[in-house]
């Protein structure tokens, strides 16, 4: 069993700053890639930003330069910094994982999301 467990968001005025940290744990051998999407009223779920296990990132071209995505390999967690922020930013956040799960013997690939983080920009 693998859980992933968000934590973070929040209501900020436009230009603040907030943090999103995510953790998975259970029966963990490894995680190949993490990620953090969001998805607001009335619109589809979108990537936000994206790492592989290399250190390899990937963002939404809408974040560039004042999101940053980052994780913490010896604890399974991994963050999102979200720096001046605006009200189209308003959104829940979700978190996701591609974890490799198991034994040596008997392993799986699959995907995970945690639960969901409002995020409202507005003041």
């Known amino acids: 069993q693998v859980q992933v467990v968000e934590s973070g968001g929040g209501l900020v005025q436009p230009g603040g700053s907030l943090r999103l940290s995510c953790a998975a744990s259970?029966?963990?051998?490894?995680?190949?890639?993490m990620g953090w999407y969001r998805q607001a009223p009335g619109k589809q779920r979108e990537l936000v930003a994206a790492i592989t296990r290399g250190g390899s990132t990937d963002y939404a071209d809408s974040v560039k330069g004042r999101f940053t995505i980052s994780e913490d390999n010896a604890e399974n967690t991994w963050y999102l910094q979200m720096n001046t922020l605006q009200p189209e930013d308003t959104a829940v956040y979700y978190c996701n994982a591609a974890i490799w799960s198991g034994s040596a013997y008997s392993a799986e690939l699959r995907g995970y999301w945690g639960q969901g983080a409002q995020v409202t920009v507005s003041g």
């Open positions: 259970g029966s963990i051998l490894s995680i190949k890639t």
